[in-house]
Nanobody
């Protein structure tokens, strides 16, 4: 069974950093576009970042550009989201997603992804 498992969330002060991990079981992430979405309480879910499988290109929401970095570790079958200079408005549940159509460019659109993890909570507060 294909599964995505997120980890690395937690409580951090404004200006701090966290690294989220998305580990896959049952399939190899290399071939698929992988993304991160988030949902804050009372708000709609939004795309944060994604990494393509076709050429390794990345996309970021304007709100996180320059602060967040998405990357792959092929040996560990894991995708990371490094989050720096965190702000209170980054507080949300973060979800790892996979588009299991092979070798695609990634987009920050929910409908493109067919596998979702259970989420990990990130709280940015002093």
């Amino acid at each position: 069974q294909l599964q995505l498992v997120e980890s690395g969330g937690g409580l951090v002060q404004p200006g701090g950093s966290l690294r989220l991990s998305c580990a896959a079981s049952g399939f190899t992430l290399d071939y698929y576009a992988i993304g991160w979405f988030r949902q804050a309480p009372g708000k709609e879910r939004e795309g944060v970042s994604c990494i393509s499988s076709s050429d390794g290109s990345t996309n970021y929401a304007d709100s996180v550009k320059g602060r967040f970095t998405i990357s792959r570790d092929y040996a560990k079958n894991t995708v990371y989201l490094q989050m720096n200079r965190l702000k209170p408005e980054d507080t949300a549940d973060y979800y790892c997603v996979a588009d299991t159509r092979m070798f695609r460019l990634c987009v920050l659109s929910e409908g493109e992804y067919d596998y979702w993890g259970q989420g990990t909570q990130v709280t940015v507060s002093s």
